[in-house]
């Protein structure tokens, strides 16, 4: 009797627990708030984390939240700056209330694209009624396989040098049937992205948000490589040439010594699918492309396009006709998602803390109702302020700094976390050959050798020309451009050392004048002379954890963990650098221990 009544007990518990939310495994009330509405919330850090946080909480009903920012603006590494004819000028608008992008162009110095993928700042740039998107076309692709150095190739050139490169060399199989270059081609590639696809889904599964949920033993042993490692063992050898490239360029590692997980994150089926089915479906419309200028030609023109969409989709995989534009950008910069959302929410955001060292104090050894300690300076005057929590989106690696009683735990996890470093240089030349010279006139630029490996380190790898993509303006004689450097190693270089820098949107001189010296060597090899430099932002970039943290499960512990000590822990270092992983990481967190439901992006 005292059995059935004990077993009868646990049943309870246990329905009580699935209807309620409760992980029995981690004790956690899974959709239970860690705090109340009438709790003030500290966030330290105004980047796009902090912010996108910061209103998500607000939308909820929880408005007594404070942001700590070091620098004087919002947004972190969404860095927009504006130039005109004289130089450096604050957004300008016209009568409509938007941005002249003819007399003021933006040049975002760190987050620059909206990918295909990107639904959650998609759904933020039409919430807060920002300016459309805009696509940038040509790429300007310099390698090995051109001509010489000074040649450029079209991305399609470089794509399909590379995988001919492969098939001469035996790595790469093609269907008997493929008998030009084109079906060639296009047959390796149809037959790697299927296999990626099928990989990727039987490895992550289905990611709901961006963060692939914990893998067990034997998937984390099949990733247990380096992503070139993966392509290789998994003879996704066409792929290789394109997602060296692709990868390395946002400044997420060389895929010759970024574990695999990351490649697997950052490159999902949805994102390959969408550049492929690009590349494919132009392919598709140049083979059949037999339209006349009579009726029956633009009848005959309609069903081709449906055949070519419908072709593409079941090749490639997607939505037929789903992807119209893989990559895009804002032409008010990305700054200004942030501004706008701090501006039209009301965020209470502190500008200009400092945090002083050992300065948050959570006194964890009282009781979990004692507030935590924040004492920081301002304006020269030290304050001391009280909160019921805390979320902190700096660097983790870098939080004991700050945090005065970091949990064995904590530390643990955040002492494997390791960064890179991403220069961005905002400088002015004359025309580059082959890129932006008049024959060419390309938005962007890519360097494929130099995103090969970390011997690469430093090198001046791609390059954007914003004022031909947002102002259809291409000027002969000087052109103010961005251009990027990429470094793994750097430990040599005492200015970039601290992961913890903020580069100042006041500072006009380099922060690290070995990476400008290198950036302008770069630029001579090139042969661009006349070269003025405007500004440089050398970045802590990608904080992320290395193989054996990966194996030890390091990134699902950190997530695990959320709520625990009056702490939040969100941000790149908590999951992936892209805008799009830390707003996403936001929407996992609320949605798991807060239970809350969304309606694109928004709160509902």
Known sequence: MAFRFLLLTILAVQSAAVRFGVDLANGKAHGQPPFKKSDRIAIVGAGPAGVHMASRLKQMGYTKTVLFERSDRVGGKSLTLYLNDTGECIQQKDKTGQMDTKSCVAHDMGTCFLHNGYHSIVDLVNEYNLTTTVAPEGRAMFSHFAKDSFSSQSMQEFVTSSIMDGVKKGTIKVPWYALTTKLKVLGALISAVKQYNILHESLLGKVEFSMPPRLNASTLQK????????????????????????????????????????????????????????????????????????????????????????????????????????????????????????????????????????????????????????????????????????????????????????????????????????????????????????????????????????????????????????????????????????????????????????????????????????????????????????????????????????????????FEMQGERKTWWIGASACFESVHDVTNYNLMLLSKYMGAQFEAGRIV
């Not at 392919?283 to 070519?308: F, H, P």
């Not at 002083?356 to 304006?379: C, F, H, M, W």
């Not at 700050?402 to 494997?416: R, T």
């Not at 259809?472 to 430990?491: A, K």
């Open 223 to 558: 990733i247990n490589m380096t992503f070139a490692e993966f392509l290789e063992k998994n003879d996704l050898h066409a792929l290789s040439g394109f997602l060296m490239f692709a990868h390395a360029a946002q400044g997420y590692g060389y895929v010759t010594s970024i574990p695999a997980l990351y490649g697997l994150w950052w490159i999902s089926p949805e994102l390959l699918n969408g550049y492929v089915q690009m590349s494919f479906r132009q392919q598709l419309e140049k083979i059949a492309d037999y339209t006349t200028k009579n009726k029956a030609g633009r009848i005959c023109q309609s069903m081709r396009g449906c055949w070519v969409r419908g072709l593409v989709s079941w090749l490639v995989g997607g939505e037929a006709g789903a992807v119209k534009r893989t990559t895009t950008m804002l032409p008010e910069g990305y700054q200004k998602i942030w501004t706008t959302i701090a501006e039209k929410d009301g965020l209470d955001v502190r500008f200009g803390v400092d945090i002083l060292e050992q300065g948050i104090d959570r006194q964890l050894a009282s009781s979990s109702n004692t507030p935590i300690v924040i004492k920081y300076t301002q304006n020269g005057e030290q304050k001391t302020e009280e909160f019921q929590f805390l979320i902190y989106s700096g660097p983790h690696a870098h939080a004991k700094k700050y945090v005065k009683d970091l949990a064995d735990q904590e530390q643990s996890i955040f002492s494997k976390l390791k960064s890179f470093v991403l220069a961005t240089t905002l400088y002015a030349s004359p025309p580059v050959k082959d890129y932006t010279d008049e024959s060419h006139q390309l938005p962007i630029m890519y360097s494929a050798d130099k995103m090969a490996d970390s011997s690469q380190d430093g090198s001046w790898y791609a390059d954007r020309y914003d004022d031909d993509i947002f102002a259809g303006v291409w000027n002969p004689t000087m052109q103010p451009r961005v251009g990027y450097q990429f470094y793994e190693n750097y430990e040599s270089d005492d200015s970039l050392k601290d992961t913890d820098r903020t580069p100042l949107r006041n500072k006009r001189m380099s922060l690290a004048p070995a990476v400008l010296h290198r950036f302008k060597q770069e630029l001579a090899k090139q042969l661009v002379t006349n070269v003025t430099i405007i500004r440089q932002y050398p970045w802590p970039y990608f904080h992320h954890f290395e193989q054996e943290a990966i194996q030890e499960g390091m990134p699902w512990d950190l």
